[in-house]
């Protein structure tokens, strides 16, 4: 059975740090690329970040682009996202997730981001940024 159990989430003010953790399991963890999708309150969900396996390449939607970190500890099959500068659009759940190889991107207003298809998702972690 696959599992995907995000934690990491809270409450913090704007500039704050957060970072999110996904302990993945029940799947080849190096033969997945594993990434984040976020959805804020009456919002679409978006993509947030993503690493392909094998090459490791990382892909980030500009708005978090400088601000996010994605990493991954194929030992422990876990992966992160660390979170720096948090503004209050940043408040959503957070959704870890994985698809065979490398990561989807999607154009949006004709440049590449990251995509929202993942074969396996997991629960939710919400953050929220209070200006």
């Known amino acids: 059975e696959v599992q995907l159990q995000a934690s990491g989430g809270g409450s913090v003010h704007t500039g704050g740090t957060l970072r999110l953790s996904c302990a993945a399991s029940g799947f080849t963890f190096d033969d997945y690329a594993v990434g984040w999708v976020r959805q804020a309150p009456g919002k679409e969900r978006e993509g947030v970040a993503c690493i392909s396996s094998g090459n490791g390449n990382t892909y980030y939607t500009d708005s978090m682009k400088g601000r996010f970190t994605i990493a991954k500890d194929d030992a422990k099959n876990t992966f992160y996202l660390q979170m720096n500068s948090l503004r209050p659009e940043d408040t959503a759940v957070y959704y870890c997730?994985?698809?065979?190889?490398?990561?989807?991107?999607?154009?949006?207003?004709?440049?590449?981001?990251?995509?929202?298809?993942?074969?396996?998702r997991g629960q939710g972690t919400l953050v929220t940024v209070s200006s």
């Open positions: 997730a994985a698809r065979r190889l490398l990561c989807g991107l999607q154009a949006v207003g004709g440049r590449p981001q990251v995509g929202i298809d993942y074969d396996y």
